[in-house]
């Protein structure tokens, strides 16, 4: 059995016939129950009743035990005899009497003896606990004697009572079918309704493994499936959006190492014949190309090993400040050439930060070079380092130059991207700098991110703890 509508739609249905028979079955067992008690209590007050109308004609018990008859059937109850003359008294029991198997009664008086008994208990004393329970007979407010019934497991109804029972039983059954077609009816639906849209996702699920990325199922509802269809929307969007970024940087990386390549490539070939001397200049601007390829290989590797979570670090107590200090030595001749001024502040007593000192003075080192580059002459350029709480340190580098537009600033940090556009790449990097720098201060727990107010230059902030 493959098909899982129909373990569904069998299941259903196994559950809805267990379920109506076993009601079916305590339905009738409590009608029958409390169909019997009905029909005891009718006939103890029936009887009560007779007996009543028995004493308040005679005035007292005399005779009544000559009211008793035995059915010819074994069972025992009072019943009329001479045509309910009472023993040639008026007010006899008459009709009143209904026998019953299993049944008994007997009548006692304020004795506490039996006066007459359809078992042949006369005269003897009744239980405390039958007399308690028993039914008082009350005449003129006065109680002159106690019923008591004895019933048995089984009653003989009357035809009446009887073909009561039988239409009730029926009505069970008719009901009972009922409610098991509408079951069914509603188990094929519920079966068709839970397993239409996983029908839907297993189809897009082979068009994406075929290659249809992006590809998109309906979510028609908020529960367990729902959530499943929503979840799998989003992994195919996150798959055709990783596609298209693999496509985008697989074109990038090509179009950044065109250009060495081609310098490197065109050079050697005029050297090699002899178009253009192998002077020192031309071997120089050679070794400068292939340098350059090989930065570009080593930050993609960089890259490759952080986003696979196999970037080493060498982590040590590391005081921020010093660091700050270094990276701005560094940068003072390039900033000299365009008369831009670096200012560093400090908070006193920062803590030390478990860092690895080489791969954070890289971050250092692009955010300022990035800055430098986009810093017109005569700009500023402001470093500083403040404690960020819970022995974290934020460090913030400020500039003076355009600032960075809006739509641009969540994607200065991804890989090859340049807000300027217009600017060549030789006069800069390879848009590598900003997701090598976010890469690194990620493995270190920490977060990095850039902000761009209105007239104030380009904010970023990295956040070590």
């Known amino acids: ?45 029936n009887l009560a009743a007779a007996l009543e109308a028995y004493y308040r004609a005679n005035g007292s018990w005399d005779g009544v035990e000559d009211q008793i008859s035995v059915d010819a059937r074994g069972g025992q109850g009072f019943g009329a005899r001479d045509g309910g003359s009472g023993n040639g008294r008026g ?14 009664y007997e009548l006692v008086g304020m004795d506490g003896k039996i006066v007459a008994s359809s078992t042949g208990l006369n005269g003897q004393a009744a239980a405390a606990e039958d007399l308690a329970a028993g039914l008082p007979v009350i005449v003129d407010g006065r109680q002159v004697g106690t019923l008591i019934a004895h019933h048995g497991s089984a009653q ?23 409610a098991t077609a509408l079951a069914v009816m509603l188990a094929i639906w519920l079966a068709r309704t839970l397993t239409r849209p996983l ?8 068009a994406v493994s075929a290659g249809e990325l992006g590809r998109r199922v309906s ?52 050297m090699r014949d002899r178009v253009l001397p192998a002077s020192s200049e031309n071997l120089e601007l050679v070794h400068d190309e292939a340098q350059r390829l090989s930065r570009m290989v080593e930050d993609l590797r960089t890259l490759s090993l952080a986003e696979a979570g196999e970037l080493k670090l060498q982590r040590n107590p590391v005081k921020v400040g010093a660091l700050l200090e270094k990276s701005l030595a560094k940068a003072r001749p390039q900033a000299a050439q365009k008369n831009i001024e670096l200012n560093l502040d400090l908070e006193r007593g920062l803590p030390s930060v478990n860092l690895d000192l080489d791969r954070m003075e890289q ?22 380092a403040l404690s960020g709480g819970n022995g974290a340190v934020r460090i913030e580098m400020s500039d003076s130059g355009p600032g960075i537009a809006s739509g641009d600033l969540v994607r200065v940090f991804d890989r090859f991207y340049r807000a300027d556009k217009a600017r060549p790449r030789d006069s800069g990097g ?36």
């Open 1 to 45: 059995m493959r098909s899982l509508s129909l373990k569904l739609l069998l299941a259903f249905i196994a559950v809805s016939l267990v379920g109506t028979v076993l009601l079916g079955i305590v339905a009738s067992q409590s009608i029958d129950m409390q169909f019997g008690s009905y029909v005891n209590n009718q006939r103890e007050e």
């Open 91 to 104: 007010g006899g029991l008459g009709n009143s009497g209904i026998s019953g198997a299993g049944s008994s």
């Open 156 to 178: 003989q109804l009357t035809a009446a009572g009887q073909q009561f029972m039988d239409s009730l039983r029926w009505a069970l059954l008719v009901a009972a079918l009922g």
């Open 430 to 465: 390879a848009g590598l700098g900003l997701a090598i720098s976010r890469s690194i201060v990620e493995a270190h727990g920490g977060r990095i991110w850039a902000e761009s107010p209105p007239g104030q230059g380009a904010h970023f902030y990295v956040e070590l703890g």
């Open 199 to 206: 029908g839907e996702l297993t189809r897009a699920a082979s």
């Open 363 to 384: 971050v250092i080192d692009n955010l300022l070079t990035n800055a430098l580059r986009h810093t017109p002459e005569g700009g500023r350029i402001g470093l500083a």
């Open 219 to 270: 979510v028609s509802s908020g529960d367990e499936v729902g959530r499943l269809a929503q979840a799998f929307n989003d992994m195919s969007q996150q798959l055709a959006q990783a596609q298209d970024a693999r496509r985008q940087m697989t074109a990038d990386i090509a179009h950044e190492l065109r250009t060495p390549l081609t310098v490197i490539l065109g050079q050697s070939e005029a």
